[in-house]
T-cell receptor, first 114, second 111 residues
């Protein structure tokens, strides 16, 4: 059973650029969630994808967008990067069991915006 | 926004002692979960407690839930240096079954 893998692990961008982060779900999981974690804070829910459709979104602007592919892998795209977008971006896959989503996290992609 | 708030923000104890962390939340929930994060890496699921449960055990972990007070506690018994990490509670309810995390408690266990 493979876990959740994310790429790249670290990247540096400048303000105004665009970034794409990638995530491979754990085998057998059909739901992917993305979180943003600023330094010293808890993860903030960005959005969730289920069967290739967005299935819930947190308080993030439209420049944060995503995709889920038929193999359940996923991408997070952020346009017009701002300094405050610097954070650890976490992908988590899950399988709903009796109404509960237990998340399996990847190690994260650390984005620095200069 | 953060649904859960952990208390204390940081906790430092000696190996062998017990560590207790508390979590308060705002909206009604179906379940509450606790996760651990080592050194800014991915989070690891520890334990889930449903809204109709009051206490749950898993190894050295004990979780309680008081839905009337909208609070939960995580007790780690006989702590080890390897327990040094950040601990987060996570609840559903604010965005359906999507999990919302608190700000976390940083636990340091000194050997």
């Amino acid at each position: 059973e493979t876990g959740v893998t994310q790429s790249p692990t670290h990247l540096i961008k400048t303000r105004g650029q665009q970034v794409t982060l990638r995530c491979s779900s754990q085998s057998g999981h059909n739901t992917v969630s993305w979180y943003q974690q600023a330094l010293g804070q808890g993860p903030q829910f960005i959005f969730q994808y289920y069967r290739e459709e967005e299935n819930g979104r947190g308080n993030f602007p439209p420049r944060f967008s995503g995709l889920q592919f038929p193999n359940y892998s996923s991408e997070l795209n952020v346009n017009a990067l701002e300094l405050d977008d610097s954070a650890l971006y976490l992908c988590a896959s899950s399988w709903e069991v009796r109404g509960a989503n237990v998340l399996t996290f990847g190690a994260g992609s650390r984005l620095t915006v200069l | 926004s953060q649904q859960g708030e952990e208390d204390p923000q940081a906790l430092s104890i000696q190996e062998g002692e017990n560590a207790t962390m508390n979590c308060s939340y705002k909206t009604s929930i179906n379940n509450l979960q606790w996760y651990r994060q080592n050194s800014g890496r991915g989070l690891v699921h520890l334990i889930l407690i449903r809204s109709n449960e009051r206490e749950k055990h898993s190894g050295r972990l004990r979780v309680t839930l008081d839905t009337s007070k909208k609070s939960s506690s995580l007790l780690i018994t006989a702590s080890r240096a390897a327990d040094t990490a950040s601990y987060f509670c996570a609840t559903d309810g604010e965005y359906g079954n999507k999990l919302v995390f608190g700000a976390g408690t940083i636990l340091r266990v000194k050997s």
